[in-house]
């Protein structure tokens, strides 16, 4: 599950450095003073760009994160084979031959990332390839594969830019709201120390919020790209590969701004569950076995 959490990771820590410098240099007061239209044009730039720079971003993270190996010439059989595995499931699924590359994870995961269906990174961890059969591990590529020939990460990032803009635009009515409170009243062209505290603060809740549909769309999309894995590689062997990370106990622990993006999700309870990228497995295999 590493990819989503990698890309929301980015995407609120660029929010932020572009909130703090329209506030530095004045993009607030010149469009957003007082103007709803002006803050909402103003709250559109600002979110948009903090998606489309973590997008862009989000393959060099992924390799940076995982300390990833891509394979430039396979060195081993196996490495062979798992070249050939994604060119041909790339070739079947319609996109260019993505880059491929090996992490270092004693338990099993893949993920997928990129900006763009033909330019996109497959990786697999040691620990799925030393735990799983071939069919299986072509099964989790499958997967992976159709996570880009899906395009979830483009949808993602547009899913993440409009909420980034309603975010963005409801914490500055709130500041404005709460600064306009402090200054009793007093007409001013210039936003208080009130209004700046109150739209950080505001904007980190309700990303925090907004965080819980990302997760939705994230969840989604796993049942999409499991149905993608079993055409590409079998339908018995994408419920076989679920089902050795199910009695795998716990799947790989990729790092939280990444966790999104893998074949593998942990199980949350209560109210956490809101905040799950990826369904339960036994979920996903009924959800496949009754695709059947």
Do not use: C
Not at 1 to 29: D, H, K, P, W, Y
Not at 201 to 214: K, N, P
Not at 231 to 242: C, E, I, V, Y
């Amino acid at each position: 599950m590493l990819r989503v959490v990698l890309f929301a990771a980015t995407n609120v820590a660029v929010l932020i450095v572009l909130s703090i410098f329209s506030l530095i240099f004045g993009l607030e007061q010149s469009l957003g003073a007082g103007n709803l239209n002006g803050l909402l044009i103003m709250s559109a730039i600002i979110g948009m760009a903090g998606s489309v720079i973590s997008l862009l971003m989000s393959k060099s993270m992924a390799k940076r994160s995982v300390r990833a190996r891509v394979i430039e010439t396979p060195a081993t059989q196996r490495e062979a084979w798992i070249m050939r595995t994604v060119e041909r499931q790339s070739r079947e699924a319609g996109i260019e031959m993505p880059e491929v590359a090996i992490f270092d994870s004693p338990t099993p995961n893949a993920f997928a990332t990129g900006a763009r269906r033909d330019a996109a990174l497959v990786a697999v961890s040691t620990g799925l390839l030393d735990s799983m059969s071939q069919l299986e591990v072509e099964a989790v590529i499958g997967h992976e594969i159709s996570h880009v020939a899906n395009g979830d990460m483009v949808t993602l990032a547009l899913v993440q830019g409009v909420l980034n803009t309603f975010v963005i635009f409801l914490s500055r009515v709130i500041g404005m709201v709460v600064d306009g409170a402090l200054s009793r009243g007093q007409s001013s062209h210039r936003m208080g120390i009130g209004y700046f505290l109150t739209s950080m603060v505001a904007q980190v809740v309700l990303g925090f919020l907004a965080s819980m549909i990302v997760a939705w769309f994230s969840r989604y999309r796993e049942f999409r790209a499991d149905e993608g894995g079993a055409r590409l590689a079998g339908r018995q062997h994408m419920m076989a590969a679920l089902q050795r990370l199910k009695m795998g106990g716990q799947p790989s622990r990729l790092p939280e701004s990444l966790s999104a993006f893998g074949i593998a999700g942990g199980l949350r309870q209560g109210l956490a569950h809101l905040f799950a990228t990826h369904p339960p497995l036994d979920v996903r295999i009924e959800a496949l076995r009754r695709g059947a």
